[in-house]
């Protein structure tokens, strides 16, 4: 069992940055591929970018490539999303999720499925 939990959100003006952090509990952290989901009002959830076990791979949406940055301590269980040159419609609930422990593959992990845990999100607003 994994626990998940968010941090680092908030408001934030366009062009801004904000970094957020994932916090896991468990012996089996390095054992998971790691992922970053949104959702905006009225919008269903959307993969943002995912991380394999050791965060020697990364996949990011094309929304997001090249202004946010996934990375991973494992020695600290921990989960970073770095969001730079933020834009209004970055605005929604950002979630971490933890994989099922099974071999990294980008394309699955965009999937909700691939994810055995989730946190319970982190509100980040862009205001214009």
């Known amino acids: 069992q994994v626990q998940l939990v968010e941090s680092g959100g908030g408001l934030v003006q366009a062009g801004g940055s904000l970094r957020l952090s994932c916090a896991a509990s468990?012996?089996?952290?390095?054992?998971?591929?790691m992922g970053w989901f949104r959702q905006a009002p009225g919008k269903e959830r959307e993969f943002v970018v995912g991380i394999s076990r050791s965060g020697g791979s990364t996949f990011y949406a094309d929304s997001v490539k090249g202004r946010f940055t996934m990375s991973r301590d494992n020695a600290k269980n921990t989960v970073y999303l770095q969001m730079n040159s933020l834009r209004p419609e970055d605005t929604a609930v950002y979630y971490c999720?933890?994989?099922?422990?099974?071999?990294?593959?980008?394309?699955?992990?965009?999937?909700?499925?691939?994810?055995?845990?989730w946190g319970q999100g982190t509100q980040v607003t862009v205001s214009s």
């Open positions: 999720a933890a994989s099922r422990l099974t071999i990294w593959n980008s394309e699955k992990a965009t999937k909700e499925e691939f994810y055995a845990f």
């Open positions: 468990g012996r089996t952290f390095s054992s998971h591929g």
